[in-house]
């Protein structure tokens, strides 16, 4: 991971809760089990874990081990108790990934309207003809600028483990990622307020750009 010395203390729980047991245990000191909370939370788990399966990201890693990060992170780093935007984490890439199986209104019929928005808000604009890839990603953000500070919090963690996990490939598209966290992400959480969670994302790059600089692998 490209974890920064600042941030290893405070993200050491990633290390530790890493099954459905240790979110049981978790989510249970919020939502009493069998409440609407804990059940929402563990169906959102078990949905993105089955629905996901093995699929892999580019460094090898099950794409679900994203999704569960991102949840631990909003609850324990961001203190997040609601559980349709812990939900909203499990199931976030669903919709991109697969969007005719899980359309947004999928996701609403199944788990509600709150979470379908939270999902909404983390999930890219379809490609529509003439419309490039990015595209697709500048109505992203310009539809998150208009977000609640909830979702874009949301976002922002998504963007925190993504940073974290980011595995290097070509220049071009690393490049890419880190503009578009600098000149849209973290103006939107400074806007917010939400100066905890954009300080981390900064000590992130800082880590990544010494890796850079370095020659370290990002594998480690």
């Known amino acids: 991971m490209n974890m920064p010395e600042q941030l290893r203390d405070e993200l050491s729980f990633l290390g530790v809760i890493t099954d459905r047991e240790g979110l049981i245990a978790l989510i249970q000191s919020e939502h ?4 609407y909370g804990y059940k929402h939370i563990l169906d959102a788990h078990d949905t993105a874990k089955r629905e996901m399966g093995d699929r892999r990201r580019h460094s090898g890693e099950r794409e679900f081990r994203h999704a569960f990060r991102c949840a631990l992170i909003l609850w324990i780093f961001c203190g997040a108790r609601d559980p349709c935007r812990i939900a909203g984490e499990f199931l976030h890439d669903l919709s991109e990934t697969f969007r005719k199986k899980w ?8 788990f509600g ?3 379908e928005n939270r999902v909404r808000h983390m999930t890219k604009p379809v490609q529509k003809r003439g419309m490039s890839k990015r595209d697709s990603e500048r ?5 998150l600028g208009l977000a609640s500070k909830e979702d874009v919090e949301n976002k922002g963690v998504d963007v925190l483990d993504n940073l974290l996990t980011l595995w290097k490939r070509s220049a071009k598209r690393l490049g890419r990622k880190i503009d578009d966290v600098i000149q849209f992400v973290l103006p939107l959480l400074h806007r917010h307020g939400l100066e905890k969670l954009r300080k981390a994302i900064i000590l992130v790059l800082w880590e990544i750009r010494r890796k850079l600089r370095n020659g370290i692998a990002f594998a480690h």
């Open 32 to 35: 009493v089990p069998g409440s």
């Open 113 to 115: 309207g709150d979470t």
């Open 139 to 143: 109505e992203f953000y310009r539809l």
């Open 103 to 110: 359309t947004l209104e999928r996701i609403g019929a199944r």
